[in-house]
């Protein structure tokens, strides 16, 4: 199944057509949901701009504040919402993605809730997006996870567990923040290597270089983004570290 969803769906979505939008490449079928925040304090101008030609981005869906969903793409179609981004070894994202706008303004606006009707819609828009599509709950992602430091969208304010409670989504409790021994940028050596390795197996985009640089540093926070959202601040300590060993001993197959 593609295109709107099926009758059946838990969803309503009307449909507000966007133009900016082309083949998937490859023959690719999705197998990612990329979550995004619109970052704009009016939604009704977040709409407009992601269906204006002269914007060049686009996303399958869009989520009001008050759980109202409109489909703007078709799922076969490559909506334009992911830019330059990388997971798993993935480039091109757009051609492997749904792509859901949820209207917040984000880090701009100070991070505001999302409201529960919100979530409740996105929750069920997205279930039913990875249900039929078959996508695993490793592959429902933030844009800040597939763009670190570029993209901190849907940001730390977004409520993963709750989504996870309503089985969207790969997520174990948090670590707790402690004081203690940690790694930050500068450091150098086996350890790093083993937390670079330990970021690209879950899917992450970086070099293994040994060398904890400007890069292994955005990953970190879009992790912790995600995944500890406590304190992001790039800096991997034993929270961070034990949270991301526990996700990976707990991965469910990709397949």
Do not use: C
Not at 128 to 156: F, Q, Y
């Amino acid at each position: 199944m593609n295109g709107p969803l099926a009758p059946e769906s838990p969803v309503a979505a009307k449909v507000f057509p966007s133009p900016n939008h082309g083949e998937r490449k490859d023959n690719a079928r999705p197998s990612m949901i990329i979550l995004h925040y619109t970052g704009m304090p009016d939604e009704g101008e977040a709409l407009q701009w992601l269906s204006n030609p002269v914007s060049q981005v686009s996303a399958h869906y869009f989520v009001f504040s008050d759980g109202r969903v409109l489909q703007m793409v078709p799922e076969t179609r490559r909506a334009w919402h992911a830019g330059i981004s990388s997971w798993d070894g993935e480039v091109d994202i757009n051609s492997h993605s749904v792509g859901i706008e949820i209207a917040n303004p984000g880090h701009p606006g100070g991070l505001p809730p999302f409201p529960d009707a919100q979530i409740d819609s996105v929750a069920a828009l997205t279930k039913d997006i990875a249900t039929r599509w078959r996508i695993p709950a490793v592959r429902v992602l933030g844009h800040s996870d597939i763009a670190p430091g570029r993209k901190l969208d849907p940001g730390e304010a977004f409520p993963w567990e709750r989504l996870h409670r309503e089985g969207v989504g790969h997520w174990v409790p948090p670590a707790p923040v402690r004081d203690g021994r940690f790694f930050s940028r500068g450091d150098q050596g086996m350890p790093i290597e083993a937390l670079q390795a330990m970021l690209v197996m879950y899917g992450y985009g970086l070099r293994i270089n040994g060398v904890f640089d400007e890069d292994t540093e955005k990953v970190v926070a879009a992790f912790q983004r995600h995944f500890r959202p406590e304190r992001v601040d790039g800096v991997a300590d034993a929270s961070t570290i034990t949270t991301l060993r526990d996700l990976i001993a707990k991965r469910p197959s990709a397949a």
